[in-house]
């Protein structure tokens, strides 16, 4: 599978063209505000570079909905590089995609940058590589500025890495010289399935492992190729990691993963107290991935900061907004993560949400505080809570800064390439939100529904039209119709004060 300009990375299959919600400037921000640390980049235009941005709908995404940014990145694979600039140039977004290896930008002149994000990248790449991306924080991240790093952590791929370095094995000496990686995983696997039905002790001593390998079996080539089948494939402890950051000066400052931030460790550990700030961070966080089996982590660190005194930090948090991405009935009153499942204290949170449905704009804290004081809700309960809903993506955090910019952005305009390109094929699902300054997931019909908006319906009967007119039988324009009034009662106001619908304040697509 390696190609040597691949440097072992898989290269004959493309990435997925998913959204990542965490590489959003102003989520980042918020938990860096939760934790008590001063924010890169308030007030002014900042910079932000992706280091291995895949098919680019993150990166155009973010670069679309913030115009405040300025937005670099890079991706050493041609045909994600393509992409990504055909979906810049669709939605008029200006920013730099380059095609380069992580070594080949360490001479690349940039600018010093805020933010520096790679998503799952540090995983699949080879320690030269691992290197470059250490030295390219060093030379670029600005002091002060941020690096969220998400990556594959032990001890929670313990049973599976056997199973993955037999895989990978089997692809390298017994797989077709020529033969093209999809060819080659599902001989892989077949030759597995042979091992564990004669009884293997590794496959009957280790459930989970066998486990894995039916996961395996029900998933896509593509998705399959490009977590378990890179030539490179590290896992580390934070503690390993914390350490090779060291060298470009970074320290850890929070993690923005859904179960921390939904205090999954500290439920666990039932209030023992013996995970504090005295163990030190490395020890500490390893820890926690222990009590968590924890297989994936979402970290962000800082190249120094400064750390807010608890009067500076509530009066920043009062100011930031909140506004719903999604309708209040389509929210949970429990969290799931990947460890398991925790109740919301929904006699609080269902009032805070309808109060947030009732409003036609963002919400600023401290007005959500003063309407809930008569509860006795802590502030620092209230923001738990509140941040739980932001990693769920239930509602966004909205900063006053972006707020006077958005006017500038191209959001119309990429939600318009990604509702066109959505009437041939429904890989991209994501419209950006110019007031949140992420991505708001979306099914087909809405984006048809998004269209015909665009195009002045208004009514349930001219949207079950337009997109009974995309070509769907003429018996399902009843069945349209229905969801089209759902989608006005319950969705339209959510996107309205997302900035989704209507063109004021944001440029038009080129033709």
Same mark, same amino acid.
């Given at each position: 599978?390696?190609?040597?300009?691949?440097?072992?990375?898989?290269?004959?299959?493309?990435?997925?063209?998913?959204?990542?919600?965490?590489?959003?400037?102003?989520?980042?921000?918020?938990?860096?505000?939760?934790?008590?640390?001063?924010?890169?980049?308030?007030?002014?235009?900042?910079?932000?570079?992706?280091?291995?941005?895949?098919?680019?709908?993150?990166?155009?995404?973010?670069?679309?909905?913030?115009?405040?940014?300025?937005?670099?990145?890079?991706?050493?694979?041609?045909?994600?590089?393509?992409?990504?600039?055909?979906?810049?140039?669709?939605?008029?977004?200006?920013?730099?995609?380059?095609?380069?290896?992580?070594?080949?930008?360490?001479?690349?002149?940039?600018?010093?940058?805020?933010?520096?994000?790679?998503?799952?990248?540090?995983?699949?790449?080879?320690?030269?590589?691992?290197?470059?991306?250490?030295?390219?924080?060093?030379?670029?991240?600005?002091?002060?500025?941020?690096?969220?790093?998400?990556?594959?952590?032990?001890?929670?791929?313990?049973?599976?890495?056997?199973?993955?370095?037999?895989?990978?094995?089997?692809?390298?000496?017994?797989?077709?010289?020529?033969?093209?990686?999809?060819?080659?995983?599902?001989?892989?696997?077949?030759?597995?399935?042979?091992?564990?039905?004669?009884?293997?002790?590794?496959?009957?001593?280790?459930?989970?492992?066998?486990?894995?390998?039916?996961?395996?079996?029900?998933?896509?080539?593509?998705?399959?190729?490009?977590?378990?089948?890179?030539?490179?494939?590290?896992?580390?402890?934070?503690?390993?990691?914390?350490?090779?950051?060291?060298?470009?000066?970074?320290?850890?400052?929070?993690?923005?993963?859904?179960?921390?931030?939904?205090?999954?460790?500290?439920?666990?550990?039932?209030?023992?107290?013996?995970?504090?700030?005295?163990?030190?961070?490395?020890?500490?966080?390893?820890?926690?991935?222990?009590?968590?089996?924890?297989?994936?982590?979402?970290?962000?660190?800082?190249?120094?900061? @400064? /750390?807010?005194?608890? *009067?500076?930090?509530?009066? +920043?948090? $009062?100011?930031?907004? #909140?506004? %719903?991405? =999604?309708?209040? &009935?389509?929210?949970?009153?429990?969290?799931?993560?990947?460890?398991?499942?925790?109740?919301?204290?929904?006699?609080?949170?269902?009032?805070?949400?309808?109060?947030?449905?009732?409003?036609?704009?963002?919400?600023?804290?401290?007005? @959500? /505080?003063?309407?809930? *004081?008569?509860?006795?809700? +802590?502030? $620092?309960?209230?923001? #738990?809570? %509140?941040? =739980?809903?932001? &990693?769920?993506?239930?509602?966004?955090?909205?900063?006053?800064?972006?707020?006077?910019?958005?006017?500038?952005?191209?959001?119309?305009?990429?939600?318009?390439?990604?509702?066109?390109?959505?009437?041939?094929?429904?890989?991209?699902?994501?419209?950006?939100?110019?007031?949140?300054?992420?991505?708001?997931?979306?099914?087909?019909?809405?984006? %048809?529904?998004?269209?015909?908006?665009?195009?002045?319906?208004?009514?349930?009967?001219?949207?079950?039209?337009?997109?009974?007119?995309?070509?769907?039988?003429?018996?399902?324009?009843?069945?349209?119709?229905?969801?089209?009034?759902?989608?006005?009662?319950?969705?339209?106001?959510?996107?309205?004060?997302?900035?989704?619908?209507?063109?004021?304040?944001?440029?038009?697509?080129?033709?």
């Amino acid at each position: 599978m390696k190609r040597d300009w691949a440097d072992g990375y898989v290269a004959d299959i493309t990435y997925s063209h998913g959204y990542f919600h965490e590489l959003a400037p102003p989520y980042l921000r918020w938990h860096l505000l939760v934790n008590g640390l001063a924010l890169p980049s308030d007030g002014g235009a900042y910079t932000y570079c992706e280091l291995g941005y895949g098919q680019g709908v993150s990166a155009n995404l973010h670069a679309a909905a913030n115009p405040r940014g300025e937005f670099w990145g890079t991706d050493f694979n041609p045909d994600h590089a393509l992409n990504a600039r055909s979906l810049a140039r669709q939605s008029g977004v200006s920013a730099q995609w380059l095609d380069l290896g992580f070594e080949a930008m360490l001479e690349t002149p940039t600018p010093p940058f805020d933010f520096i994000v790679l998503h799952g990248v540090w995983s699949w790449v080879s320690p030269a590589a691992q290197h470059a991306l250490v030295e390219f924080m060093r030379r670029k991240l600005k002091p002060g500025g941020a690096v969220f790093m998400s990556y594959n952590v032990l001890p929670g791929w313990n049973a599976e890495k056997p199973l993955r370095d037999l895989l990978y094995l089997h692809t390298d000496h017994a797989g077709a010289p020529d033969a093209p990686t999809p060819a080659r995983i599902a001989q892989a696997l077949r030759f597995a399935q042979a091992l564990r039905r004669h009884a293997s002790a590794f496959f009957t001593e280790n459930t989970r492992a066998s486990q894995a390998l039916d996961d395996m079996l029900r998933q896509e080539p593509g998705s399959l190729a490009h977590e378990y089948f890179n030539q490179s494939w590290c896992l580390s402890y934070f503690a390993d990691v914390a350490q090779q950051l060291q060298a470009a000066r970074l320290n850890f400052a929070c993690s923005v993963h859904l179960s921390d931030v939904a205090g999954e460790v500290r439920d666990r550990l039932a209030g023992a107290s013996f995970l504090d700030a005295s163990l030190g961070t490395s020890l500490r966080e390893t820890a926690a991935d222990f009590v968590l089996n924890r297989r994936f982590r979402r970290d962000v660190f800082t190249r120094g900061s @400064l /750390r807010l005194t608890p *009067a500076q930090r509530l009066a +920043a948090l $009062d100011e930031v907004k #909140l506004v %719903l991405a =999604r309708p209040v &009935a389509d929210v949970p009153m429990f969290l799931s993560t990947p460890y398991g499942k925790m109740a919301l204290d929904e006699s609080r949170l269902r009032p805070l949400l309808e109060q947030l449905a009732a409003a036609t704009q963002p919400l600023t804290l401290a007005a @959500l /505080r003063a309407d809930t *004081a008569e509860t006795g809700w +802590a502030v $620092d309960d209230l923001v #738990l809570n %509140l941040s =739980r809903l932001i &990693a769920r993506r239930d509602i966004c955090p909205v900063f006053e800064d972006d707020v006077q910019r958005v006017r500038d952005s191209h959001a119309l305009a990429f939600n318009e390439a990604i509702a066109q390109r959505s009437l041939a094929d429904g890989t991209l699902r994501c419209l950006a939100s110019p007031v949140s300054g992420n991505g708001i997931d979306t099914s087909a019909i809405e984006r %048809l529904f998004w269209l015909a908006w665009q195009g002045g319906a208004r009514s349930a009967a001219e949207l079950g039209r337009a997109v009974t007119a995309q070509g769907a039988s003429a018996q399902a324009h009843e069945e349209h119709e229905q969801h089209a009034a759902h989608f006005l009662g319950s969705t339209v106001p959510v996107w309205q004060r997302l900035g989704l619908l209507g063109n004021r304040g944001v440029q038009k697509p080129r033709k």
